[in-house]
């Protein structure tokens, strides 16, 4: 026998999702925290949003269709910059995303209005300790449980709520699992969101962080130095043993993805060593629905830009822009490149109104972003430009998306 | 009068671990360089240190009255009054 719950969003509640889930359950006790059965029961919806997208609110037994999940997919590695670049990409929605309130404090699930992110991490097959028992790193498929990683996102894709498992990365152990509830968009980020064919399968969007060798050295080196019991020596031999694995199953990845963003070291300063100042490359592959690649000037061609000059003055080493066509692992891409360093608000807004296809929806849009971020790593070159010019892509990604579904007649919620 | 600390060190509990890792992992990879185990302790040092990295940021981040009213919002210091 099947009895109808409603659930209504709690006030004090900050979750992610719009949605209201009202699941039937046969006794209470399937509905507790844990229970694997959550996925298979009957789960209707009802529409609680606030009237922003023009759709008024019902309940009840009828269920209009949400508009479904958009999932996005970035893989890094480790101590790459994975976080501020979540931290950018969820802040062009609106809202700083925030771990879960009240659940466990080692979650790495953060939260806002409109987006959820998923640490993959969380899809870790072997703990810590299994690991080191089969000699074998996080990088290693064998330690990830890639059916898991599908169903989950496939279900939350589908807007089904789910319990995902957690894993501690202080312990390191798998913790109880969180519920997860279907979000507007989806966020995965880790080593392999990209890896099994079935999850990139369900990715709306990828993208894809490549540091070069000097630069993440650089980056780790900045991180570890005041760690004690770090040497420049454990730092290089962390790499370095990692280097295998991350070769064989995190960088092909890359010839997956809608946008790479490579940061190289800067071609502006002879013999520089600090990796201080930074060459920035964004490929973004032609082609792709609803993406329309940046470009300078004219698209298609081949643009050389130094925007230091009569009307624009720089300090040392100056700025230096490249945009122009290539290809990519076979495909037809377009590149624009940054490399150097803004100075100050002026040069920022300068290159802005230069660029053209930013999806902005208004005149400096992304300075504003910029700006609203200048605490964060990487925000006066091109890792912070390109980061968020990706988050207004992905915005317009998304919009274009909803309304093409919200074009299409409503149908009924699934059942299991 | 208190003094705040200019940039936040690691917890003890998690500097610790990564220390630890480290040697551990200089012994794993004594001989066998190219072994599975090699690979996966040094792999343990980048994840503490990862840790370690992010406990040290939401030291920094953290504000004590931001996370007063996190958990309190009806309180007088607290309460945001919106037109």
């Not at chain 1, 931290?87 to 466990?104: D, I, M, Q, Y």
């Not at chain 1, 520089?272 to 032609?286: G, P, S, W, Y």
Request: proline share 6%; glycine share 6%; aromatic share 8%.
């Amino acid at each position: 026998m099947t009895t109808l719950t409603l659930c209504t969003p709690s006030s004090s509640s900050s979750s992610s999702s719009h949605l209201s889930c009202c699941i039937s359950s046969s006794t209470t006790e399937d509905v507790r925290l844990g229970s694997p059965l959550l996925r298979r029961q009957f789960v209707f919806y009802t529409n609680w949003r606030k009237g922003r997208r023009g759709r008024g609110a019902s309940c009840g037994i009828s269920c209009s269709a949400e508009a479904r999940t958009v999932v996005i997919g970035l893989a890094a590695d480790s101590g790459c910059g994975k976080s501020t670049f979540m931290r950018r990409l969820t802040s062009v929605f609106g809202g700083a995303a925030e771990p879960p309130r009240g659940g466990n404090p080692e979650s790495n699930t953060l939260l806002s209005d409109t987006t959820t992110v998923i640490c993959l991490d969380d899809y870790h097959l072997l703990d810590r300790e299994g690991r080191k028992e089969e000699g074998v790193t996080a990088l290693d498929p064998r330690a990830n449980n890639f059916d898991l990683m599908y169903e989950q996102v496939k279900a939350l894709k589908a807007g089904v709520a789910v319990e995902k498992p957690i894993y501690n990365h202080v312990t390191g152990l798998l913790d109880p699992p969180e519920l997860i509830l279907p979000p507007n968009l989806l966020f995965i980020e880790g080593l392999h969101p990209m890896f099994d064919p079935r999850v990139r399968d369900l990715l709306d969007f990828s993208i894809y962080l490549d540091i070069s060798d000097e630069v993440k050295f650089a980056w780790k080196t900045q991180r570890d130095v005041e760690e004690r019991g770090h040497s420049l020596e454990s730092i290089q031999a962390s790499i370095e043993a990692r280097k295998p694995d991350f070769d064989a199953y995190v960088d092909p990845q890359k010839q997956y993805a809608d946008v790479v963003i490579e940061v190289l070291p800067t071609q502006l300063i002879p013999g520089d060593n600090e990796r201080k100042v930074l060459r920035v490359r964004m490929v973004m592959k032609e082609g792709v629905k609803y993406f329309n690649p940046v470009y300078l000037f004219d698209e298609g061609s081949s643009v050389s830009w130094i925007p230091c000059g009569r009307k624009l003055s720089c300090s040392y080493p100056g700025i230096k822009f490249f945009y122009g066509p290539d290809t990519y692992f076979s495909h037809e891409v377009s590149a624009l490149e940054m490399d150097g360093q803004f100075d100050r608000l002026d040069e920022l807004m300068y290159v802005e109104s230069h660029l053209n296809n930013l999806s902005t929806k208004y005149y400096g849009e992304a300075t504003e972003q910029m700006l609203k971020h200048g605490d964060f790593p990487g925000s006066n070159n091109g890792t912070g430009l390109f980061q968020t010019i990706i988050g207004l892509k992905i915005r317009e990604l998304y919009e274009c998306i909803v309304a093409e579904k919200s074009v299409t007649p409503l149908e009924a919620a699934k059942v299991f | 009068m208190v003094l705040v600390a200019s940039s936040p060190s690691t917890p003890p509990g998690i500097s610790e671990k990564v220390s630890d890792s480290i040697k551990k992992a200089e012994e794993a990879c004594e001989g066998n360089e190219v072994s599975g185990e090699c690979a996966a302790a040094w792999d343990e040092v980048e994840e503490l240190s990862a840790a370690a990295s992010h406990a040290r940021d939401k030291l920094k981040d953290s504000d004590p009255l931001e996370d007063y009213c996190k958990d309190n919002p009806e309180t007088e210091e607290c309460r945001t009054y919106e037109d």
